[in-house]
C-alpha cells in the first residue's frame, strides 16, 4: 500500500462503493488526512474502506542531478470507497477543502465503477514501478539545447528513449542537419 491509498478499515465490507470527491487543487492530500482523522473520531469507520489521491512518480533532472517527485493524475480529485448514507455523506461533504461528490445529484452521488477505479489503480501501480520523466517529449518537437557543446543550438527530435533519459536531436550546423544524443535534462522545449 503506498502513501497515497490508505485503508481506514481494511476489514469493512458490505454495501461499500468508489465515489469521487471534489476538493481544492493541491490539497488532495490535506483533504486525505482530514477525511481519516474525521472518520476515527466518528464512530462509524465501518462505513468507510480506501481513500486515493491518484498519483504517480515522476522523474526530473536538474543540474544534472535527478531527483524523483509526484505528480497528480486528477488535480483537485479524491477517491473514497465507502457505504452511502446520510451520516458517511455529512462526514465527507462538511470536511475541511471539500468541495463536494462528483456525478448524481446533490445530495445522492453516484459511484464510479470498479473497472474504473482497477484502471486508476494500475496506472498508479505502474508509476511506481517505473516513474515517468517529468517533461514528455515527442518526435519531431522543437527543443533548445541548454547545456552541452551545441548550448543555445535549436534542434528536432528525431528519436525518444525513455529507457536511457535520451534524444536524438538533429541540430542544423553549417547548413546542414546533424544527429546528436541529448540527455533530457540538456534541453528544453520550445
Do not use: C
Not at 446520510?86 to 463536494?100: A, F, I, M, Q, Y
Not at 489503480?121 to 511506481?128: L, R, T
Request: charged letters at 30%.
Amino acid at each position: 500500500m503506498t502513501d497515497s491509498e490508505v485503508a481506514v478499515n481494511p476489514q469493512a465490507t458490505g454495501n461499500m462503493r468508489w465515489y469521487v470527491i471534489h476538493a481544492y487543487s493541491g490539497m488532495e492530500k490535506s483533504v486525505k488526512r482530514g477525511l481519516e482523522e474525521r472518520i476515527a473520531r466518528s464512530g462509524m469507520p465501518e462505513k468507510f474502506g480506501r481513500i486515493l489521491v491518484p498519483s504517480e512518480e515522476v522523474v526530473e533532472i536538474k543540474s544534472g542531478t535527478k531527483s524523483v517527485s509526484e505528480r497528480r493524475f486528477f488535480p483537485g480529485y479524491v477517491l473514497i470507497e465507502m457505504e452511502m448514507t446520510d451520516e458517511s455523506w455529512h462526514l465527507v461533504k462538511n470536511t475541511p477543502k471539500v468541495t463536494g461528490f462528483v456525478g448524481g445529484v446533490r445530495n445522492r452521488p453516484s459511484p464510479i465503477s470498479t473497472a474504473e477505479v482497477a484502471k486508476i489503480m494500475d496506472q498508479m501501480q505502474a508509476g511506481v514501478d517505473k516513474p515517468k520523466p517529468k517533461t514528455l517529449f515527442e518526435v519531431g518537437e522543437i527543443v533548445r539545447v541548454k547545456e552541452g557543446p551545441f548550448v543555445d543550438f535549436n534542434g528536432n527530435i528525431e528519436e525518444v528513449n525513455y529507457e536511457k533519459s535520451r534524444l536524438r536531436v538533429s541540430v542544423t550546423i553549417f547548413g546542414r542537419g546533424t544527429p546528436v544524443e541529448l540527455e533530457f535534462g540538456q534541453v528544453e522545449k520550445m
